[in-house]
C-alpha cells in the first residue's frame, strides 16, 4: 500500500491498495497528537472536488483547519492512472 499527497489539499491523500483499489484519504491529529487515517471513499465512487470537500470537514473537525488553505477552484487533479 502507498499514498499520495494532493498537492491542491494537504493531509489529503489517493491510498492505493496492492490489489490496486483507490480511495480518498484524510490525514488529521486527535486530540492526543496522534494521527488519525479516515477513508472518504474510493476514487471510483467518488469525484475529487466533494472528496476534497470531505476532507477538509474531517480536517476542520480535528482542529487543524488553521493549516488548510483556503478553497479555490482547481483544475489539479490526481492522477487515476
Do not use: N
Not at 494537504?10 to 491529529?29: D, L, T
Not at 470537514?57 to 488553521?66: E, K, L, V
Amino acid at each position: 500500500m502507498y499514498s499520495h499527497p494532493d498537492p491542491a489539499l494537504p493531509s489529503f491523500y489517493v491510498r492505493v491498495m496492492p490489489s490496486g483499489v483507490k480511495s480518498y484519504c484524510a490525514v488529521a491529529k486527535d486530540p492526543r497528537g496522534k494521527q488519525k487515517w479516515t477513508t472518504i471513499g474510493k476514487t471510483s465512487e467518488l469525484g475529487i472536488e466533494t472528496a476534497r470537500e470531505k476532507a477538509r470537514a474531517i480536517i476542520t473537525a480535528s482542529g487543524q483547519a488553521r493549516t488548510l488553505p483556503a478553497p479555490r477552484p482547481s483544475t489539479a487533479s490526481l492522477r487515476s492512472g
